[in-house]
């Protein structure tokens, strides 16, 4: 099948405005014990940031395997990293669409370019090692990008039925048909949070977007302040903020 390469190059670059320019990433939380390479990627992504993205999937790279299970998770786990950056840039396009159309077009172009990465690396992922929780989660956060079918999202859902952010998935996929997802939300980052012990930045500035969609300043407020004590280059969360 066509590689990274190829398929990057289907998809014509454009120079997205980043204003993530943050120095290097810092843990956002730690429990005190050693961490695994894998580990530390995952913390790398919980920044929920362009560098912190970047960052991990380097790390990531760095610990393919020869090993199909393990190489299987890493795949899936680089499929995760380029939907989240994918639905980043996505986030910020809808930030700026009234007052800059045509940088917001660049901002679509690049997620249009991450969620291709993030689908041939769950592709790859699935060749690996196929029966796995965090494929499963990464294939239904893919397709709920991509405009997937919710009863197939659903059924993916169910086989990731253990994993911490299943519920902020299934939150993605009823925000994305219409539904009310504030309280799946919420849940997410209860969930989410007691498993891993890391702030879950993705689902609090989803919490902040439908508060401020909502007009409730005041709450839209609250969460980007619990946002920025722990990210404070969280770059949509300053944009947003500047909206409220």
């Not at 294939?139 to 253990?162: C, F, N, P, S, Y």
């Not at 989803?206 to 946002?227: G, K, P, T």
């Amino acid at each position: 099948g066509a590689g990274l390469a190829e398929l990057d190059a289907a998809l014509p670059r454009v120079a997205a405005q980043t204003v993530d320019a943050a120095p290097a990433v810092k843990p956002l939380a730690s429990d005190g014990g050693e961490t695994t390479p894998f580990e530390a990627a995952m913390v790398l992504f919980d920044h929920d940031t362009e560098v912190g993205y970047d960052e991990a999937e380097k790390q990531l790279e760095k610990n393919r395997s020869e090993d199909a299970g393990q190489d299987g998770q890493v795949l899936a786990a680089l499929a995760r990293v380029n939907a989240a950056w994918a639905r980043l840039y996505e986030d910020r396009a809808r930030l700026i669409e009234d007052r800059d159309k045509r940088a917001a077009e660049q901002l679509r172009a690049e997620a249009k370019r991450k969620l291709v990465r993030a689908k041939k690396f769950a592709d790859d992922a699935q060749r690996r090692a196929p029966a796995s929780q965090l494929l499963a989660l990464a294939q239904a956060e893919v397709q709920t990008l991509d405009k997937g079918r919710a009863r197939q999202i659903e059924r993916l859902l169910l086989k990731a039925h253990d994993h911490p952010d299943r519920t902020y998935v299934a939150a993605l996929l009823r925000i994305r048909d219409g539904k009310d997802g504030t309280t799946a939300l919420e849940d997410a980052v209860r969930i989410y949070e007691s498993a891993t012990g890391r702030k879950h930045l993705r689902a609090r500035y989803q919490l902040a977007w439908l508060a401020y969609v909502a007009q409730d300043a005041a709450q839209a407020n609250a969460v980007l302040d619990e946002i920025f004590a722990v990210a404070p280059e969280h770059a949509r969360a300053i944009e947003l903020k500047a909206l409220v």
